[in-house]
Nanobody
């Protein structure tokens, strides 16, 4: 069983930064592509970023490209989301997800495991 635990969320002013972490249990972390998604109240869950098993390939939603950076440390079984220049519209619960494949996906049904989420609130 794979478990994902997010941390690092909180309240920040517009223009500020946060770094989310997602710790993954199990010895097969390096065989999972990872993704970050978010869900704001009253809205559907949406793709944020994804990273391949090696970390060599990443992809971002257009709304966060140039502001957010996804990375992973396979030695620590952890994936990160560095969020800079945050905007009020970035307010949401952020979820990390693991996919039993080498490449990531922007489609949430493609992921096999999910964390419980961490709240990010950006004030104007």
């Amino acid at each position: 069983q794979v478990q994902l635990v997010e941390s690092g969320g909180g309240l920040v002013q517009a223009g500020g930064s946060l770094r989310l972490s997602c710790a993954v249990s199990g010895r097969t972390f390096s065989s999972y592509a990872m993704g970050w998604f978010r869900q704001a109240p009253g809205k559907e869950r949406e793709f944020v970023a994804t990273i391949s098993v090696s970390g060599g390939s990443t992809s971002y939603a257009s709304s966060v490209k140039g502001r957010f950076t996804i990375s992973r440390d396979n030695g620590k079984n952890t994936v990160y989301l560095q969020m800079n220049n945050l905007k009020p519209e970035d307010t949401a619960v952020y979820y990390c997800a693991a996919r039993r494949a080498g490449w990531g996906s922007s489609s949430y049904p493609a992921y096999d495991y999910w964390g419980q989420g961490t709240q990010v609130t950006v004030s104007s």
